[in-house]
């Protein structure tokens, strides 16, 4: 038996309840009777066996009723007893309060801190890649309403990534406080109010894991007691170029400069260090960026491409993966010299180097405007002809005019009403879509369908071990072509 008692009741996110409503209206009723049970034990809860992971945190199991119930702290094979935490007409949540059964696919993380950061770390490498791919096929049948022989036919094995752990570039901190007041640094679980501090999180490339622990002490002493307007600090730590970027997020207002130059100056071995001025609320809202020492910016290697990114700017977090979703991209979309090739949310050009490399000619669209000024950048040092237009994808799409290809890769939400329609009215031959949330995937999927364009391939890439992301690169085809 495994007491888990002591596990983060907060790891439970908004996304999992939206997804865990979602999932249960589209639920069909349980005709089969469950082979849960009341605790003969007397403990409160129920015995539920688990049946296999959600789009969360969360495992998901049958109570006794036949209810669905979304279990913290469980992975497919265990036998839990479930202490509920909310009963919904329809479903259930609750969190594993013993494991009476260990799932052969149960293993012990190497991390205990409890912050929310890796919440598939107790379930085996090779079945969270089961399970990624499993929760993509859902959102097919699901959301795009495909049959599911289709579904299971088209989408490919996910894709592993060659590090399990130490895999991340970057660390995303969150200032808080502990009992005597004084600085912390840590992750901020999902839905969990307060900040769990961190000494090194296992997650990170080694030359940033320890990086917790190092600033919280030097900030500590740069503070000195007074407040610094401090609330992010962001940390990049590139493998391929070792170049080390410590970024400050801070609101606005008066900021000891040369002082924390002097006292970051060796912290991590960095190579830049700088002050983010932003509104903490609004995070994305980003009023300037000073350089305090070094470089002022980030570099990596992505597929041969030589990228300079801002602090501000999206960035590939697991490096070697992204190179996958490249290689994925560009045989998916057998680009020839001289097609005309559109990148959408373009970022600071991780597809669009390597597509300008094999001699399409290509525009970017691309928001934000730190990303913008890296890309222009990086295309110049490349030596990359690219029309780069700075703007919203969806107003700037219909200006395009006739394209042999396209690339999306949008946030979270996908692709916003009306892009699906003016990617066809575009008459590609192929569009790459690249994706890191599987249910937007599927309803733009289906509206790809609607608009003639027929998905061919899916194929998952773990991008993030130990956590239920997972991206997904498709390709769709023209019908007829
Ligand atoms: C998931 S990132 C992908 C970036 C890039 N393709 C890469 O792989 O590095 C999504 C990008 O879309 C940009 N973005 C968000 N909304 C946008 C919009 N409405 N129009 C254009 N770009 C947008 C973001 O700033 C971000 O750079």
Redesign the pocket.
Known sequence: MIDTSTRNDNAASDRSVDTAKAQDAAAPEVATAPASAPCASGAPGEVVPIERMSFGSAAVGHLSDGKTVFVEGAVPGDVARVELTEEKPRFARGRAAEILEASPDRVAPPCAAGCGGCPWAPLAYEAQLVAKRANVVDALVRTAHMDAARAEALVGSCVPSKRQWGYRNKLELSCGADGAGRLILGMRPEGGADVVSLDACPLAHRNIEGAPKALRGALRYLSGGSDLGLFRVGVRGSLRTRDVEIALWTTPGPFPRAAAAKTLASALKNTSVVRVVADPGRARKVKKVEAISGKGCWEEEVAESRLLLSAP????VNTAQ?EK?VELVLAGLEVEAGDYVA?????????TLPLARAGAEVVA????GS?VRDLRRNAERAGADIDIIG????RELPELGELDAFVV???RAGL?EGVVASIAAASPRRVAY?S?DASTWARDAARFEQEGYRLIRATPVDLFPQTYHVEVVSIFERSGS
């Open positions: 700017s999206f960035a590939q992204a979703l990148d959408l949310y373009a970022g600071a050009g991780t597809f669209v691309e928001s934000a990303s703007g919203d994808a969806a890769d949008p946030p916003a690249v890191c």
